[in-house]
């Protein structure tokens, strides 16, 4: 089992900024992709951006050019910086990681990140 803790989330103006953090702890070996969700309220849950180890990072179009997502392989954590929030942004964000070979799926409990205009 993976464990996943988010931290960082909060309240913003628009226009400001913020930075998410993922802490992965438990059995963290072969993690393969690690990344961000978002849910707003009666939305779906939608993938921000991930990274696999190793790999390039991918973004949702509309987060490409504010969001910046890195990863630490050896801390197993990953964190996502995000600058110039608007109040689309707003939403509940859960961190994600994923074992490709076995399908294995884990989810944090998510951190608000409220975006006032």
């Known amino acids: 089992q993976v464990q996943l803790v988010e931290s960082g989330g909060g309240l913003v103006q628009a226009g400001g900024s913020l930075k998410l953090s993922c802490a992965a702890s438990?059995?963290?070996?072969?993690?393969?992709?690690m990344g961000w969700y978002r849910q707003a309220p009666a939305k779906q849950r939608e993938l921000v951006a991930s990274?696999?180890?190793?790999?390039?990072?991918f973004y949702t179009d509309s987060v490409k050019g504010r969001f910046t997502i890195s990863r630490d392989n050896v801390k197993d954590a990953v964190s996502l910086q995000m600058n110039n929030l608007k109040p689309e942004d707003t939403a509940v964000y859960y961190c994600?990681?994923?074992?490709?070979?076995?399908?294995?799926?884990?989810w944090g409990r998510g951190t608000q990140v409220t975006v006032s205009s």
């Open positions: 994600n990681a994923r074992r490709f070979a076995s399908g294995q799926i884990y």
């Open positions: 438990g059995s963290t070996f072969s993690i393969d992709d």
């Open positions: 990274i696999r180890r190793g790999g390039s990072p």
